[in-house]
């Protein structure tokens, strides 16, 4: 009866399957976390979310920016044209319409009170309440589900806006929130969103661009964040974060994490 959490698999089947036995994992018995981005740039995105699928509810699966642009391109909404995508398996599989119906199921963030962890793609946006932060993802999930998912999903392809205030409108909000949920990294000095920064601190050498979790929020008194998403960050741990996207689809390693009391873990990889 063990929680494990693994980070972004990318469509990385074989890596995936050789950290399941690594933890020894169970599929009757334990539950894993996924922090989203099961798919594309890797080889076998449908093997990777076939088996999530099947694990039933033993697997909790957060969306990630990867997931939503499957989504995407699945309704053919080829929201970014001169990016190519490798999930053309799932695409052109008898199963696209399964796999699309389920995607659609998933959440945004998932929490546990008693282990103290919260799982999420990106991040959470500092200045939201936890109660804030809990509408938000509960909105952005029921608009999935709703009959007006493909409007929806037409709607996230955008940067704006990138500040929070208690004026946006209803879709307004949701576009920020799908991507302080899916996509960011950093916040600039005034808490507004940037884009286009990948990097890590250690490699950002301008002092204008804060990573999002350096932000005081109250979300961390209750949760300790579990993170995939940011993976020139590699394996990083700190009080109210734990970043495990370790990059494996580039060829680093595949990294799971047993959520243990007290907020504490322990580490498994594997080479990629
Ligand atoms: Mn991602």
């Known amino acids: 009866m063990s929680t494990y959490a693994i980070g972004d698999i990318q469509g990385c089947y074989k890596e995936f399957r050789k950290l399941l036995k690594e933890i020894n994992f169970n599929k009757k018995k334990d539950t894993l976390w996924l922090a989203g981005d099961l798919v594309n740039k890797g080889p076998k995105s449908y093997d990777v979310i076939k088996y999530v699928m099947d694990l039933g509810s033993n697997a909790i699966t957060v969306?990630?920016?990867?997931?939503?642009?499957?989504?995407?391109?699945?309704?053919?909404?080829?929201?970014?044209?001169?990016?190519?995508?490798?999930?053309?398996?799932?695409?052109?599989?008898?199963?696209?319409?399964?796999?699309?119906?389920?995607?659609?199921?998933q959440k945004l963030i998932h929490l546990d009170d008693e282990l103290g962890h919260m799982i999420v793609h990106a991040g959470?946006?500092?200045?939201?309440?936890?109660?804030?932060?809990?509408?938000?993802?509960?909105?952005?999930?029921?608009?999935?589900?709703?009959?007006?998912?493909?409007?929806f999903i037409k709607t996230l392809w955008c940067n704006k806006p990138d500040s929070w205030n208690q004026n946006l409108t209803k879709q307004e909000k949701l576009i920020f929130a799908?991507?302080?949920?899916?996509?960011?990294?950093?916040?600039?000095?005034?808490?507004?969103l940037d884009f286009s920064e990948k990097l890590s601190p250690k490699e950002v050498s301008t002092s204008l661009l804060y990573p999002w979790y350096e932000i005081d929020s109250e979300i961390y008194n209750k949760y300790r964040i579990i993170i995939g998403?940011?993976?020139?960050?590699?394996?990083?741990?700190?009080?109210?974060?734990?970043?495990?996207?370790?990059?494996?689809?580039?060829?680093?390693?595949?990294?799971?994490?047993?959520?243990?009391?007290n907020k504490k873990i322990k580490r498994f990889q594997v080479k990629c």
């Open 63 to 105: 969306l990630g920016n990867h997931d939503f642009f499957l989504m995407a391109s699945y309704y053919k909404l080829d929201p970014w044209p001169y990016k190519k995508n490798n999930f053309d398996d799932i695409l052109s599989h008898k199963d696209s319409d399964q796999i699309v119906s389920w995607l659609r199921k």
């Open 124 to 151: 959470i946006y500092p200045k939201w309440k936890i109660k804030e932060m809990l509408s938000m993802a509960f909105l952005i999930e029921k608009e999935l589900q709703s009959e007006k998912c493909k409007q």
């Open 178 to 192: 799908t991507n302080v949920f899916t996509r960011m990294r950093y916040l600039k000095n005034d808490l507004s």
């Open 229 to 261: 998403h940011w993976s020139t960050l590699d394996f990083y741990e700190k009080e109210n974060l734990i970043s495990i996207d370790t990059g494996c689809v580039w060829g680093n390693k595949l990294t799971a994490i047993k959520l243990l009391s």
